[in-house]
Nanobody, 123 residues
Framework: QVQLVESGGGVVQAGGSLRLSCAAS????????MAWFRQAPGKEREFVAL????????HYGDSVKGRFTISKVSAEHTMYLQMNSLKPEDTAVYYC????????????????WGQGTQVTVSS
């Protein structure tokens, strides 16, 4: 089994910054992709950012480009999201997602979700 634990959420004023982290643990042969999603009350889950483990290639949702930066520490299966110039519309629960190999075989690829961390941006 694999567990994902998010941390770093909280309350911040508009224009401020926050740094989220997600640590994966358990039976991981290798990480493939890790990503951040968010969901505000009454809205569907929205893609925020992802990072590919082997290449380091990143991709961002249009609403956060230029403000958020995703990074990783590969050996620790840990991912970070640096959020700058925060806006009230960034308020949401932020979820960590991981696509990992749990064994040597290519048939042992699984997806996992963390429990989420609340980010609130006040005006």
């Amino acid at each position: 089994q694999v567990q994902l634990v998010e941390s770093g959420g909280g309350v911040v004023q508009a224009g401020g910054s926050l740094r989220l982290s997600c640590a994966a643990s358990g039976r991981i042969f290798s990480s493939r992709v890790m990503a951040w999603f968010r969901q505000a009350p009454g809205k569907e889950r929205e893609f925020v950012a992802l990072i590919r483990w082997n290449t380091g290639r990143t991709h961002y949702g249009d609403s956060v480009k230029g403000r958020f930066t995703i990074s990783k520490v590969s050996a620790e299966h840990t991912m970070y999201l640096q959020m700058n110039s925060l806006k009230p519309e960034d308020t949401a629960v932020y979820y960590c997602h991981a696509n990992v190999r749990r064994g040597k075989g290519w048939g042992e690829i699984y997806n996992y979700w963390g429990q989420g961390t609340q980010v609130t941006v006040s005006s």
